[in-house]
């Protein structure tokens, strides 16, 4: 048997006006009005939203770590444009992971990935041999968050 479903008024909104929906979907749930949510969509908004903060923290340590690379590396090419984007991309971590602190089990889990990652973009804006990066991350999550840090 099968069965067919029809998109709930609040599906169509989702679909042709997403912000209409966004601000229905809050009264709604202010209001306590919940017998009509579109559960489906907010759902997968929220789950969206989830991935959204792993996708930025990934980035940003990406980032963070082929700088603190090229610092480490090319000492004579060091400029405070360097110094700002370790700092910025730093301080966007810091403050991911104080609002959403359980974004720290997750930042153990991927530095090693993202530091594979660093190291591939370092070689790549440096024009440096992937292989005078070690294979290993010889910074400690630690220190590649520690604001005061910077490799010599």
Partial sequence: ???ITTPSPLNTVYEQDYLMWLEMTSEQLRTGKLENLDIENLLEEI???ARKEK????SNLEVLLMHLLKYQYQVNKRTSSWRYTIDEHRS???KALKVSPSLK???KQVFDDCYQEGRRKAAI???LNISTFPMRSPLSQEETLNPDFLPE
Avoid: Q
Avoid at 55 to 58: G, Q
């Fill in 1 to 3: 048997m099968t069965v």
């Fill in 47 to 49: 789950e969206s939203m």
């Fill in 55 to 58: 996708v930025a923290l990934e």
């Fill in 92 to 94: 966007r971590i810091l």
């Fill in 105 to 107: 089990p997750y930042l």
């Fill in 125 to 127: 804006e440096t024009g």
